[in-house]
């Protein structure tokens, strides 16, 4: 129905733009499209020139070349070519004559046409710019587009295009370069509930990446970090971050390198990771296969802290004479299996995965492996959807094995004239007391929960209301109310408190907001405060509160 929608709406738009000996033909273009699982650029180029206006014509090469030789399109590509994302991005942008922030302004390629897009919600969600588009999804990006312009109550007519014909066709040389640097920039002010000690944290980090596009099969992508922080004295760190090498062939895709790999609820890791991943596509769903190796990661990075022997590890200051030792993580190795379908009978939609962990320390009497089966179910009703999801496996050490678990109901209300989400979440997680039938659930990256306590899932339940809204494409907030309860009477670890050995179970709640201003798509500033109130449980009924206040600027020449 969603797309039937989305197929009438553009459908009328695009006829009322034409006069009637045009309508017949854009009804089809429209139905081969939506049949297409790989535009063309020239494809893409006829249907966006039209519908914005700018030039209408029946021959498709010669909308590619109307658009190429004004640089709509990037260098280095033939009308024939499969549409990448980012440059349909940049096509958009120039024909319907959008404006866009400071890096754009000065650069007016892809790669910041594609964040542009993001930015004002034309792109939705985390979408690779390399991506091949299909004809549904070229035709949902021109309908939003169409969205956008009327919102901001402007109309196709003020952005057409002086319409010719196409005189000289020039030859285009190959660019495939694209550089870029993020700096982010963080500071924290918090107090502690144990003696009323103020602390105050800041840390600059500075992301220069490179990305290179490998012909009409993959792209190269290459990021390095460096950063600096303070915490009672100065720190410098480099780190290797995200560098992936990526192929596409038809229905098949493989990465390979250092990149994140999550898990379908994030419950087992969460993490950059090196390694490779094939995948197919289909009409069964998704399939991939990975494997991975965590022991060149920054330990930090990394947040494996499975074992005692971890922990100890994690703890340690980097010693430059002792680097090996103090700056890498624990050796494992990581393997999984996915298969995820986005509409499983038009309803449901369905995500399951089987990770395996494996310990290479050399320690054998300390060594342990885990495995995990993953399964999340969408259930989408409208603008309200249902998030039903666990995970259930085994831990191994010498001489023992146990039985784990842990799930989560989420339930999200969607509201569309106000670009906002309301949201509930339920988390529970074994924790392995004495006595109990199943050991405690242990990930293999340590994924946190809460913004000020932040602990774990072992054995950990917690029930969490989030509100976030878009305001508008400048101003952005959030508010959060999370409450942590303990299912076994173990010590509680966080990064607030002490280990408790009170032995109760209720931990207290936690209220966050986040206010974020956006003047420009490469600037943004986010103030975060809140505090955590563990007198609202038992464990720690005598303390006082914990806040924390964050101020975040992140400025991107990408």
Known sequence: MYYMKIRLFTLIILTSLTIGAFSQSIAQEMEN??????????????????????????????AFWFAATRS??????????????????????KAFNIEGGIMYSITKN?????????????????????????????????????AFLEREDETAAAYAQER??????????????????????????????????????????????????????????????FTLWYDEEFYVLPELLRTELSFRFGRWGLNFGRFVYTDPLGFVTDSLLDGFQITHTSGFGRLSLGAWFTGMLYKNNAQIIMTESDKTLFELP????????????????????????????????????LVGQFDLNTD??????????????????????????????????????????????????????????LSFTARHASGGESGDSFGAFIPITAVYYGQIFKSKITGLTTFAIDYQTRISNIFGASFNVSYFARNDLSPVESNIVAPSEAGKHLLGAEIYTS?????????????????FVPMLGNNWSDAGSVWRVDLTSIFALY
């Open 33 to 62: 499209l939506l049949a297409t699982s790989q535009v063309s650029y020239a494809q893409a180029a006829r249907f966006i020139l039209r519908a914005s206006g700018s030039f209408t014509t029946a021959n498709q090469e010669d």
């Open 515 to 531: 206010l974020i201003f956006s003047p420009f798509s490469d600037l943004q500033f986010i103030l975060g405060a809140g505090v």
């Open 318 to 353: 980097i010693d430059i004479n002792n680097f090996a030792d103090t700056y890498f993580a624990p050796y494992r190795a990581v393997a999984s299996i996915n298969w995820e379908h986005p509409s499983v009978g038009g309803i449901i939609q369905l995500n399951t995965s």
């Open 364 to 421: 054998k009497d300390e060594r342990l492996h885990s495995q995990y089966f993953i399964l999340k179910i969408g259930i989408p009703i409208n603008t309200f959807s249902i998030i039903l999801g666990g995970s259930f496996g085994l831990t191994q050490v010498p001489g023992n094995m146990d039985y784990i678990y842990a799930g989560e109901l989420g339930l999200f209300k969607t509201f569309p004239d106000k670009n906002a989400v």
């Open 72 to 93: 709509w399109l990037p260098e280095n590509i033939n009308p024939q070519d499969s549409a990448r994302l980012d440059a349909v991005c940049l096509l958009l942008m």
């Open 164 to 225: 010719r014909t196409l005189e000289t066709k020039e030859k285009m040389e190959p660019t495939s370069l694209d550089l870029g640097i993020l700096f982010t920039q963080n500071t924290t002010a918090y107090g502690n509930f144990a003696d009323g000690d103020q602390n105050l944290d800041y840390k600059l980090g500075i992301t220069p990446r490179a990305s290179f596009i490998l012909s009409d099969i993959g792209f190269l992508y290459v990021s390095a970090g």
């Open 110 to 146: 892809p790669h910041y046409a594609y964040r542009e897009l993001v930015y004002k919600n034309i792109v939705q969600g985390n979408v690779d710019p390399f991506t091949r588009i299909t004809g549904e999804q070229l035709i949902f990006y021109v309908n939003r587009v169409f």
